[in-house]
DNA sequence: CAGCTATGTCAACACGCATTGACTTATCTC
DNA sequence: GAGATAAGTCAATGCGTGTTGACATAGCTG
């Protein structure tokens, strides 16, 4: 396996020298292999691969695999935020996606997993903690809006995060009555985070 | 501190032969750095070092790694089990735990944290679809009874990691005002998972 | 075209880890 | 008490990984 890809890639393309455009291919190809195999697993050598470089550029480029991991976070969450839902349909178009394979989804969920992985890594997640109060709780604290935002965003955030993780070990999308049971407990959760509390103010 | 602990440890005690007791020392161990740790970052030797024996022996008893890991994670899951939770206290026990620091629970938690870790390795993922079903899913089910409990287990068990996870990166107790809502809307989520569906049967 | 600089390549190094087999010693049996 | 066997120790090996600096060359600049 390993000479044939080495003899199959050698002769290719010798690769146009362009700066931007080689950088750009690491951190992408980064950001995919942080969000599936976590800090720890992700081999830098596989990333260049990917990205069709030599592993020495991400050291010149990003200057370690921790700051290339850096990078990729934060370039994974500058992608849109907490965008543009339509509140009337948010709750089921998530716990749809919930129900469904891990697979169909991969573009749109990359960077969440990306947060999972890296929340869960002993190594980086000392790194998160502002991260996830700036790029991922507040904006989904604002979208909430009303009382107790930041509570709410907070569980919200947390059973977005466990649903996902059950996706993940799941594997494979759910059928039949257990995924419409399983949407309609999953959007009414969602729903019932989105209205203000009946407490005292 | 490495020759501190070394020298230290030395001439302490001799160490009584005793296959069985060893090896619970070890599996102890490893129980408590994999479920902090992850497989990935748990390292064998210091495993063996705080059980206080050699990493030769890690072999002998349990032939490697993934064996020992394997091993740890049934002997985690065997302690207790869905076990005899008070059905009026449940939800806002939890909640309370939740709300709470990492650290104040760690012993009756850590086999979930073992789970969590367990599920969002790559390496070990694969090895957990049967024991997620048997030993995690299924006695959750049970204990929830009622119409449709394969997927309100299902949604129970992923809120439940979802909010481990939350509270692994937050690191310290929710207080104040923040703390009451969140302990409200998670044990109203709990709660609603406990009582059968509205819908047709 | 000559020469310079940014860009890309290569081969090694250092380190941590799991694994392994040969060696030592306690504990038990006859 | 002598010998056997299980229990524990030690040092070394091999592999994968991140990192690094020396080297090659494309593409621009004068």
New interface residues.
């Given amino acids: 396996m390993s000479d044939a890809t080495t003899l199959a890639r050698a002769p290719a393309e010798p690769r146009k020298r362009d700066a931007e455009a080689t950088r750009a291919a690491i951190l992408n190809a980064a950001k995919g292999h942080f969000a599936?195999?976590?800090y720890?697993?992700a081999v830098l050598r596989h990333i260049a691969q990917d990205a069709g470089v030599d592993v020495a550029l991400v050291k010149r480029y990003f200057g370690g695999k921790e700051a290339l991991f850096v990078e990729a976070l934060k370039a994974s969450f500058l992608a849109d935020g907490m965008r543009a839902w339509d509140r009337a349909t948010f709750a089921q178009e998530i716990a749809i996606t919930l129900a469904d394979s891990p697979h169909v989804d991969e573009e749109r969920t990359h960077r969440f997993q990306f947060l999972?992985?890296a929340?869960?890594?002993?190594?980086t997640?000392p790194l998160?903690?502002v991260l996830?109060q700036d790029r991922f709780l507040e904006p989904i604290r604002a979208w909430l809006g009303g009382a107790?935002a930041?509570?709410?965003a907070?569980?919200l955030?947390?059973?977005?995060?466990?649903?996902?993780?059950?996706r993940?070990?799941r594997?494979e999308a759910?059928e039949g009555?257990?995924?419409r049971?399983?949407i309609?407990?999953?959007s009414?959760?969602f729903a019932?985070?989105m209205t203000v509390?009946d407490?005292p103010p």
Same sequence: chains 1, 2.
């Fill in positions: 599936r195999l976590g720890d697993c999972l992985r929340a869960t890594s002993p190594t997640a998160l903690n996830i107790d930041d509570a709410r907070r569980v955030a947390a059973s977005y995060i466990g649903f996902l993780v059950e993940l070990v594997g759910l009555r257990e995924r049971v399983f309609d407990r999953v009414a959760i019932g985070l509390s407490g």
